[in-house]
């Protein structure tokens, strides 16, 4: 295979994209269908990529101090790459019938196909540099698709934008302490330890990958932008592909670029940093009363479990959390899907105004609960088998981080039993009353995931089994880890958890009478209510926080300003027309006074040059 | 070849002058017009070697004639400039005879000018800077009114000091050494030791020079005569006349005969660094827009001093394009001047206002032409105050250059404001019948400012070739 090959999954999107963004918009159809065409063809160049045993690079030297413009190709980014192009397909065919009589669709599908190309060209290069630029660019296709069509998401994407950006900072000075370690930018060709100046560029490159990820603290953008944008962009980005990329740049650096040891400090703090994820995380979603915005809450929670699983640097994590990864990209995009049939049905995502949808639609509540179980580990989905791989890497990395896990695990069982039960059972609306099924391109990516969930689950050894070989080389042999989980204990206690989330749930219900309110006990306990009202409030939001400190420096800068401007306009200009008004009028054409100017200038100038006499 | 230029115009005035018929003086325009170009195309197409010409004439008449880079520039200024002089004068002169007489003393400032720069003599230098004087007094005088009078007055008693005290010190000189000529001169005075004497006539020369360049604090004079000026004569002063008079005689004198020492050096940075100060703040509290240009031109000129201050070659340098860019800035700016007077009859920057789009011509070059004085690339005024500027940092002078750098913001300031007032701006009803002005005074202001972009944009292929020939490596 040759390998100009590798440029096609970047190249072809790009200019179809730029295409795209030319056809006007009296022409219907015509872009939802190259765009399908697009992520076909993308989809079967990348399944002849993943055929392709061994590594193929590419490199055009750009400058000599090492930037090379470097693609490479081997299994672990072959397997992401695809998965990307899968995701993109289904969205695609989501689309076709989703985004009709929505404004600026070719710029939608522009931005959309852009960020297929950036998001391959991310993956596939082996160059920190020319990663950057593609990172970069996924930055401006975020904003892009927040912004489009709505004028009142221009607050959420200036957030998306500001947050994603400081944490695209940390990469780059990540990378830039990099290549003053190393002394190369080619990513196989690193190998740092994590100390000193080299753990300061591994802490960046940590918070730059994390950020694309989107755990905290990077994550505040996620809800807001579930509210303000296409349905199609927060099931892609947010619930797909940045997970996939971010925990794909996570799990380069901590497995090839930086050795992470068990126990150091670097792998505590990615455990930490996973574990807060978690649990904090999915108690604000435990709460949300809009099917959305629940949901991305969870899509930050579940990063949560593969930076803790990756952390742990014990295989069995790692290996979980590459899995989860996988997992959670097709749950979560199935359970935004779903999100969006309902929304494209009814009209809202207010679960006040949902309920009863079960009988009405039935393929996208069947959807809806295999997900749902997939995401609460509920065997035998592949939500099952990932976790559970990462209950096991974290119990022996330190039982701290296990029992975050598994509350975390409950909190998500009893939020999705809150949303299920709200959504499709219960009693009908005035809004839920007279809903069909979605149509067939909405309903066929959500089927399609739905099945997959279950083929991860019930056949893991498709997943989990390459996976392992990716690592392999990195970790030594391992033993086989897909099929049933080893340890039956930590199945039973997780099975112990669920049902616990079960009875919590209808303890809720019954207090309450309603399933909207059957978190309610929660929300309102005492310590526990102080913090959601504050939380509710933002004041926890790195976001808001920053702002605020800004806007106090901004402040003392304008104050600051004001007198610099003083000096320019007043103090200098005043000064400037005394001296020039005073010059005027010592010049009033009087000739002898001209005259004794130049007699004391003439003497001056002898009496300066004769004095050395 | 080169005595050429001082031969042919010398012809042309004894031709012009001849009783032989009222028709010569029908011709003189066209004396007027072909010496320049003739002047222009030897320097640019004549390929001649720098150093000492010697003329057919040796024999009879003892006249030493020198060609060197210096003087080539200063011969490629003194024709542009009479060029478009004589093109403003022949549109604006009111009759005939004032049109003759004009274009007669034209050619002879023009044969002075030349003789001026030529010279290698320090008593041929006298009197070729006083045949300029005189015919820049007539000059001025022209239009036979008060002001014309008051200003040639002046202007009389000033140079006539300015003159007198150097002819002293080239009587000192030739006292102390035998010699008049430049190189016999400082040859002989090298090998004196210091000399009471020598350095009297240094003070003789020194003040001398700067009455006829009119530096601060010897500047009175200055925008007197240019206001009184006619505008043909004002371009022609302003743009060449006084400045190959003072500065470069100076800059020839302090050359070629003395070297400068520290304490010269310290007068000729203090007196350049006086003069661009009190010409920008004079020019920025001005409403008449000659007498403004006036101001600027003190300014500008004590950045040249500052240049030929430093007394490196690259500060020689620098001064010497700023000296270029300088005298056709201050052509096309008086151009400008004469064009807006003429439309509209005033020169008062507090009545005129808007013009921008009754005379887009003026404006644009006008804009050019202040924006390149204020220094702004890439157009030529930002090189040469650049290398001056770096002269002055190579050689030390840090405050200098602090102090350069803020006047050339004066002088973008007043500048800006004249631009606002004249050509920006609401459209005012009192001129809305005002036209663009006439191609006689529109096309020496192109021709000017053409030269001054095309000197800046090309800056690297031109200096070596053209404006420096024999110095441009130093840049």
Known sequence: ?613 | MLSLLLLLPLASVIFLNLPIGKWVRGTALYFALILPIVQISLLLFGNIAPGAIAPFYEKTVKLGLLFDDTSALMLLIIGILVFCSVIVGNFLAESEYSKFKFMNLVILTLLAMNGTVLTSDLFSLYIFIEITAIASFILIAMNKDLFGFEGAFKYVVISTIATLLMLSGIAIVLMVTGESSFSAAKAALQSLDSCHVIKLAIVLFLVGLFLKSGMVPFHGWVPDAYVAAPPAVAILLAGCATKIGGLYSLLRVFDSVFTINFQIQSVLLAVGLISAIIGALGALAQNDMKRLLAYSSISQMGYILLGIGVGTPLGKAGALFHFFNHSILKGLLFTNSSAVENQTKTRDLEKLKGLGSRMPITAVTSVIGSLSTAGIPPLSGFWSKLIILIALWKAGFYTLVLFAALISLLTLSYFLSMQRQLFFGKDSVVWKDVKEADFSLVFPALLLASITVGVGVLFPYIVGSIILPFKGSIL
């Open chain 1, 1 to 613: 295979m040759s390998e100009h090959f590798l440029l096609l999954p970047v190249f072809i999107p790009a200019l179809v994209g730029l295409i795209v963004l030319l056809i006007p918009d009296r022409i219907t159809k015509l872009k939802e269908i190259l765009a399908i065409i697009v992520t076909i063809v993308n989809s079967v160049i990348c399944w002849k990529l993943l055929q392709n045993s061994g590594e193929i690079s590419f490199i055009a030297p750009w400058a000599n101090f090492g930037l090379d413009f470097a693609f490479r190709l081997y299994n672990f980014n072959a397997f992401i790459i695809f998965a990307i192009s899968c995701f993109f397909l289904l969205i695609a065919v989501y689309s076709f019938t989703f985004m009709v009589n929505k404004n600026c669709l070719n710029q939608f599908f522009a931005y959309f196909l852009f960020t297929l190309a950036m998001a391959n060209g991310a993956v596939l290069s082996d160059n920190l540099a020319v990663m950057l630029f593609f990172w970069e660019g996924l930055l401006l296709t975020l904003f892009g698709m927040i912004i489009i069509g709505r004028r009142e998401a221009f607050r959420t994407a200036i957030k998306a934008m500001i947050v994603s950006g400081v944490g695209d900072i940390c990469l780059m000075l990540g990378i830039g302490l990099t290549y003053l370690q190393s002394n190369t930018l080619t990513i196989s060709k690193i190998s740092l330890p994590v100390d000193g100046l080299s753990g300061l560029a591994f802490l960046f490159l940590f918070l730059g990958a994390i950020s694309k990820a989107g755990a905290m603290p990077f994550h505040s953008w996620i809800p807001d932008a579930a509210v303000d944008s296409p349905l199609p962009f927060m099931a892609l980005l947010p619930g797909a592909l940045e997970k996939l990329l971010g925990i794909y740049f996570l799990t380069r650096i901590s497995l090839d670029m930086f050795k992470i040891e068990t126990g150091s400090w670097a792998s505590m703090l990615m455990m930490t940093v996973g574990a807060i994820t978690i649990i904090f995380a999915v108690m604000m979603a435990l709460i949300q009363k809009d099917y959305k915005r629940l949901l991305s809450y969870h899509a930050i929670s579940q990063v949560g479990y593969m930076v803790l699983g990756i952390g742990t640097g014990i295989k069995v994590g790692i290996v979980g959390g590459l899995f989860h990864m996988l997992n959670n990209a097709i749950y979560k995009c199935c359970l935004f899907l779903t999100g969006g049939a309902v929304e494209h049905q009814t009209g809202t995502t207010d679960l006040k105004k949902l309920g009863g949808l079960i009988s009405t639609m039935p393929i996208t509540g069947g959807c809806f609960i295999i997900a749902a179980c997939s995401i609460s580990g509920v065997p035998p989905f592949n939500g099952f088998f990932s976790k559970e791989l990462v209950y096991d890497g974290a119990l022996k990395a330190g039982v701290v981080f296990y029992l975050a896990a598994l509350i975390g695990s409950f909190f998500t069982s009893a939020s999705f039993l809150k949303l299920g039960h709200a959504v499709f059972f219960g009693a009908k609306t005035e809004h839920t009353r007279e809903t069909k099924e979605a149509p067939l391109p909405i309903l066929i990516p959500i089927v399609v995931l739905s099945l997959a969930c279950i083929v991860f689950g019930l056949f893991n050894h498709l997943a989990i089994d390459p996976i392992q070989n990716f690592i392999v080389s990195e970790k030594g042999e391992l033993e086989k880890l897909s099929g049933w989980p080893h340890d039956f204990s930590l199945v039973v206690i997780s099975l112990l958890f669920f049902a616990g989330a079960i009875a919590n749930h209808f303890y809720g219900v019954r207090k309450t009478g309603m399933a909207l309110k059957a978190a309610d006990h929660i929300h309102h306990a005492p310590v526990l209510c102080e913090i959601y009202d504050q939380a509710e409030r933002r004041f926890f939001d790195p976001y808001d926080i920053g702002i605020v400190v800004i806007n106090v420096l901004s402040e003392a800068l304008w104050v600051i300003d004001r007198g610099i401007d003083w000096v320019y306009e007043v103090f200098t200009v005043e000064i400037t027309s005394v001296f020039s008004l005073s010059i005027r009028n010592l010049h009033r054409g009087n000739f002898s006074t001209y005259l004794l100017w130049s007699l004391i200038g003439g003497t001056f100038i002898l009496m300066f040059l004769m004095k050395s006499i």
